[in-house]
DNA sequence: CTGAAAGCGCTTACAG
DNA sequence: CTGAAAGCGCTTACAG
């Protein structure tokens, strides 16, 4: 039997059909698995299809059945560390349920609506988002197509959309907590810029527990969260508030806290002696010999679970029963599921009496 | 005009049609923009569309057009900066080339060759690994059926594939000259797994220069490349080198330097009067007060504008002249454009003479 | 400028 | 167990 091997990138299951000498529709059954087929027939019409280096096409497949196997990513600067670090794991999880990612990407937050809508145009299973926020009429778009939509750390703004998220003002109280605790009376906190969603909820929450004392805090926003900004609000304290020194420094992230740190070095104030330091996010720098930062960790194991687990729910049931169960944390008024961030104490905050 | 408006998830461009008073065919036009369509018969079918939420389905018109713009990505734990970073740049450009990326995650470097050939069932323009290796066959698979192939520091094994790596080699070279330059004379070399190409590629061109000068270089292999891992390095060498402790250490990255800093503070030696360090990618952490670590910075950008210079030639001409001009690095023998690494001088080596 | 029709490469009932 | 045929939702010549 002789015959003209297509070029590769052209050849399809009828030209693999043809050279194993059977019907279209028994290359598909070969590897699709459905449908009866000859275990040899089967076979021999993969050995056939490696040699060509013919697999079906996923996009032919998917217009027939309906259903692509995609889900949409939508992100963006993936240097910030929890980002990297969630889509790592949902990256995996995805592989492992044969689900294959179009990954969105954000170059600033205000392009996310306009990515939203784009996901559209793929038919994909749904959509995890991990930047910006989402509108009431793009969520309502993307669920009444059936396709589910998971927001993490940020609201989803309609009550059938998954959104989980760290209970950031939990985080900034708790912080507030610890340095009240302390017998700490002159606060500082060391802010992002004021659109950042987690740094203005961990400072609204730092703020809430001082106003419960009584106190107030000095707030700084920076435009950059960096360790860079952070050394630059050490020399500014210096400077501005030589007079009366802060004595408890809550900084809404870790990267900032750290600069902070170094910004100190040379001032002969020690921590915790003369003030205390709390961060948020327990990089690994945190934890670093010329650090010990104190700070709070986000859960970020339990979020992602939590995604997953809506994912999965979502295809198991089209049908869809509500999945927000509280299991992971307490849900929130705007229907966000808040997971509390774990606390790590090092050494730039004093041991309390009640420990 | 009364019709049932079909649940938005299962609408076509037919019912679209329907709804604008037209035929299914300029609907089409009304979004290509290809083909004669009047303005307003496309203002009102841009105005239906929206109202129903449809947009044309990318599945269906990437199979008529037997082309979909789709680049697949090969990946894996993020976590490692460079990837972060690169991905990042990546993906922006894709966003701005109007290409979508579907990222295949490779959860440990052997799973690369499967996740390439799963990329085929895709049909995508061509794929970016920025992980494991690549064979020569799954390579001429790949170019074979006209896709492009470009590999991100590692080969592409094939003289068509598009390969751009940091010229390892000639950092590790560097490092040993530098420290060769301020007089060291007994080296340590914190390695990674002898399965990491970077670090392998590293450690032998600080040797092969080291040999040149008659001398020899202790290396330490460790199974992960972090802080902690180079932390450890440090006790060890206080333990079992006392006699003779190393005066220059190059470490094959960052990560394991500034551990090794960290492991030698208590130890009363001097950085860098009695040893100098070397690192390899220049974390933001190298630049903090702390450790101010001399270090190499891969030529991120260099490599992937080189990426994109090449998927972009690959676009505009499938034809294909062989892209792989030197502009951006001498290249190898392996066909691998190499970039050199950028030394950023600090404080963990000292300022030699001939500066 | 508009529409009817063919066809992209598959999967899936339906017959045999 | 196998094959012929319909059809997924579009785009694109081809007529009109």
């Not at 309502?140 to 703004?157: M, T």
């Amino acid at each position: 039997m002789t015959f003209r091997r297509p070029a590769a990138g052209r050849a399809t299951s009828r030209d693999v059909a043809r050279a194993a000498d059977v019907s279209q529709a028994l290359v598909s059954r070969a590897f699709s698995g459905n449908g009866r087929i000859a275990p040899e027939t089967r076979e021999r019409i993969l050995k056939v299809a490696a040699e060509i280096g013919w697999r079906p096409n996923a996009l032919a497949a998917s217009m027939v059945t309906g259903d692509a196997p995609l889900v949409s990513v939508i992100t963006t600067r993936l240097s910030f560390e929890w980002r990297a670090q969630v889509l790592s794991h949902l990256l995996k999880a995805f592989e492992d349920w044969n689900l294959q990612p179009l990954l969105f990407y954000a170059d600033s937050d205000r392009e996310v609506d306009r990515l939203l809508a784009e996901t559209i145009s793929w038919r994909t299973r749904g959509v995890v988002v991990t930047a910006g926020s989402v509108s009431r009429e793009r969520a309502d778009a993307i669920l009444s197509r059936g396709q589910f939509l998971a927001a993490l750390n940020r609201p989803g703004n309609h009550p059938d959309a998954f959104s989980i998220a760290t209970d950031n003002p939990a985080g900034g109280a708790a912080a507030a907590e610890l340095l009240l605790a302390e017998g700490r009376r002159r606060f500082l906190v060391l802010a992002g810029p004021t659109d950042s969603w987690a740094s203005t909820e961990r400072t609204r929450g730092f703020a809430a527990r001082l106003a419960q004392a009584g106190l107030v805090a000095t707030v700084w926003h920076n435009t950059s969260m960096t360790a860079g900004a952070g050394k630059d609000c050490a020399a500014r304290c210096l400077k501005e508030l030589s007079g009366s020194l802060p004595d408890g420094v809550f900084s809404t992230n870790d990267a900032m806290g750290l600069g902070f740190i170094d910004g100190l070095r040379s001032s002969g104030l020690s921590i915790p002696e003369d003030l205390s330091i709390v961060g948020f996010d327990n990089l690994p720098a945190s934890d670093w010999t010329p650090y010990q930062l104190t700070t709070f960790e986000q859960p970020l194991d339990v979020m992602v679970g939590g995604v997953l687990g809506h994912i999965q729910a979502h295809q198991s049931d089209e049908a869809g029963e509500p999945t927000a169960c509280s299991s992971q944390g307490r849900v929130g008024g705007d229907g966000v599921i808040y997971c509390a961030p774990l606390l790590v104490r090092r050494a730039t905050t004093r041991r309390t009496n009640n420990e």
